[in-house]
């Protein structure tokens, strides 16, 4: 069994920023790509960001410049440093992990965490 628990979630003013942290844990041999999705009010749940364990990174057009995705392999984890935060940022945001178990390999998401940016 493999979980990824967010956190780093919050209240922030726009302009403000946020740092957001998804530790996987359990028996997990290799994570490849981890990412952060999140999911507005009344909308899809969008990608935001994802990272390959060779580090290449990957963001949506509406966070470039102003998000940056990083992971530490050693530690299962996979960070979004969120800066420049704008109101339409306001979503819960979930990670998403390509976990290999057993020879294998699945699909995992997190709980959520909720950021609202609003003054």
């Known amino acids: 069994q493999v979980q990824l628990v967010e956190s780093g979630g919050g209240l922030v003013q726009p302009g403000g920023s946020l740092r957001l942290s998804c530790a996987a844990s359990g028996s997990i041999f290799s994570i490849n790509t981890m990412g952060w999705y999140r999911r507005a009010p009344e909308k899809e749940r969008d990608l935001v960001a994802t990272i390959t364990s060779g580090g290449s990174t990957n963001y949506a057009d509406s966070v470039k410049g102003r998000f940056t995705i990083s992971r530490d392999n050693a530690k299962n984890t996979v960070y979004l440093q969120m800066n420049i935060l704008k109101p339409e940022d306001t979503a819960v945001y979930y990670c998403?992990?390509?976990?290999?178990?057993?020879?294998?390999?699945?699909?995992?998401w997190g709980q959520g965490t909720q950021v609202t940016v609003s003054s």
């Open positions: 998403n992990a390509d976990v290999i178990v057993g020879g294998w390999k699945y699909n995992y």
